[in-house]
């Protein structure tokens, strides 16, 4: 299995505060990403990496912003939190491999109240 | 856009019914297909791919076929088990971005 860890696993926050989730992974993968999972909405991408340093938005990226200064770690920063940013967030890491496939981190449940 | 749509749940069965949960796709290109079932308080986890038209993925008795025709990655399984009950995600990967579709829950009753 990909060692992929995320941390905190749940958070409970006020809104109007910075939050920072961490996704770290162990085997050097190239391609990193932040999803959130809401009812009724499936997994929406909110940013994605290519390497380190390297970044790009997806469809649900407003509000957040990410980092990734290392090839193991991808922070997702939600820079005043708000309500509706109450979710459950998952990272994933891209296996290289026919086809290349994704395999989740173990989530984080965030509240804001 | 690239897109994937999937039946609507809940689906709930009895032991030892037979499974089929819909999922279509729109992309551009050929993309590979997958499924994703998530137990309750974890992540996602890979049950099968496919790469290409007429690919038969399979795993753990659940199978879905790749049907270019139809756009279509159907998954199936002959005989359900409570264990089975969970979220089945259908997902398409084009270039190195993931879609996926809004989950199907499953209930399997003894």
């Known amino acids: 299995d990909a060692g992929i860890t995320q941390s905190p696993r749940h958070k409970v926050t006020e809104t109007g505060t910075p939050v920072t989730l961490r996704c770290h992974q162990t085997e050097n993968h190239r391609y990193m990403y932040w999803y959130r999972q809401d009812p009724g909405h499936g997994l929406r991408l909110i940013h994605y990496s290519y390497g380190v340093k390297d970044t790009d938005k997806g469809e649900v990226s407003d509000g957040y912003s990410v980092s990734r200064s290392k090839t193991e770690d991808f922070l997702l920063t939600l820079e005043s939190a708000t309500s509706s940013q109450t979710s459950v967030y998952f990272c994933?890491?891209?296996?290289?491999?026919?086809?290349?496939?994704?395999?989740f981190g173990p989530g984080t449940r965030l509240t804001v109240l | 856009g690239d897109s994937v749509t999937q039946m609507e749940g809940p689906v709930t069965l009895s032991e030892e019914a037979f499974l089929t949960i819909n999922c279509t796709y729109t992309a551009t290109g050929y993309p590979s297909l997958f499924w994703y079932v998530q137990y309750p308080g974890e992540g996602l986890q890979l049950l099968l791919k496919a790469t290409k038209a007429d690919d038969k993925g399979s795993n753990k008795g659940f199978e879905a076929t790749y049907r270019k025709e139809t756009t279509s990655f159907h998954l199936e399984k002959g005989s359900v088990q409570v264990s089975d009950s969970a979220v089945y995600f259908c997902a398409l990967r084009t270039g190195n971005q993931f879609y996926f579709g809004t989950g199907t829950s499953l209930t399997v009753i003894p």
């Open positions: 994933a890491i891209q296996i290289t491999g026919a086809p290349a496939e994704q395999f």
